[in-house]
C-alpha cells in the first residue's frame, strides 16, 4: 500500500509524539522513583493535598508515569497509556496554575527535585500544554492496525448466490 504524503506526514507526526511523550515521562519518572521522599516534599510544597495522600502519590505517581512512558514508547496500550497521560497533564497543569493564582513559586518537580530549577511556573505551564497538545495528537489519530480477522463458523450464512461456486 502505497501512502499519499498527507498521511505519511500525519504517520511521522504521530509516531515522533508518541516517542517523544514515552521518553518525557520516563525521564520525569526516574529521580522521583529513586527518591520517593524527595519527591513527596515537592508535593507537600503545593500546599493541594494532605500528607498522607502526597506520600501515597510519591510512591505511585512515578510509577504509572514510568509505565505509561514505556507504553508509548514501545507502541503498546498506546490509546490507554495516552489517556492516562492527558489526564495527568491536566491534573499538573491545573496543580501548577492553582499555585501561580495563589502567588507561590514552587518547584515543579517534574525532572528534579533539587530547589534550583532553571525554570519559572510559566515556562513549566507552557511544556506541559505543549505536552497536552502531543497527547492529544495521539488520542486524535489512531494508527491502523492490520484488519481484524473473524473466523468463518459453519454457521455462518453465505449471501444468496454465493453458496462457493466459482461461476
Given at each position: 500500500?502505497?501512502?499519499?504524503?498527507a498521511k505519511k506526514a500525519t504517520i511521522v507526526a504521530y509516531t515522533i509524539c508518541r516517542l517523544l511523550l514515552g521518553a518525557v515521562?520516563?525521564?520525569a519518572s526516574w529521580s522521583k522513583i529513586m527518591d520517593p521522599a524527595g519527591f513527596a516534599m515537592i508535593?507537600?510544597?503545593?500546599?493541594?493535598?494532605?500528607?498522607?495522600?502526597?506520600?501515597?502519590t510519591a510512591l505511585f505517581l512515578p510509577?504509572?508515569?514510568l509505565v505509561c512512558g514505556l507504553c508509548l514508547l514501545i507502541n503498546r496500550w498506546v490509546q490507554g497509556a495516552a489517556h492516562v497521560v492527558a489526564?495527568?497533564?491536566v491534573v499538573f497543569m491545573g496543580a501548577l496554575g492553582y499555585n501561580m493564582v495563589r502567588g507561590m513559586d514552587v518547584t515543579c518537580g517534574c525532572f528534579t527535585l533539587t530547589d534550583d530549577a532553571p525554570a519559572s511556573m510559566w515556562m513549566y505551564m507552557i511544556r506541559d500544554?505543549?505536552?497536552?497538545?502531543?497527547?492529544?495528537?495521539?488520542?486524535?489519530?489512531?494508527h491502523p492496525g492490520p484488519e481484524p480477522r473473524i473466523p468463518a463458523?459453519?454457521?455462518t450464512a453465505l449471501p444468496k448466490g454465493s453458496q462457493g461456486n466459482a461461476d
Open positions: 500500500m502505497r501512502l499519499i504524503p515521562f520516563v525521564a508535593i507537600a510544597n503545593y500546599q493541594i493535598v494532605p500528607s498522607g495522600a502526597g506520600q501515597l510509577w504509572l508515569e489526564v495527568l497533564m500544554i505543549i505536552l497536552l497538545i502531543m497527547t492529544l495528537g495521539i488520542l486524535w489519530y489512531r463458523s459453519p454457521n
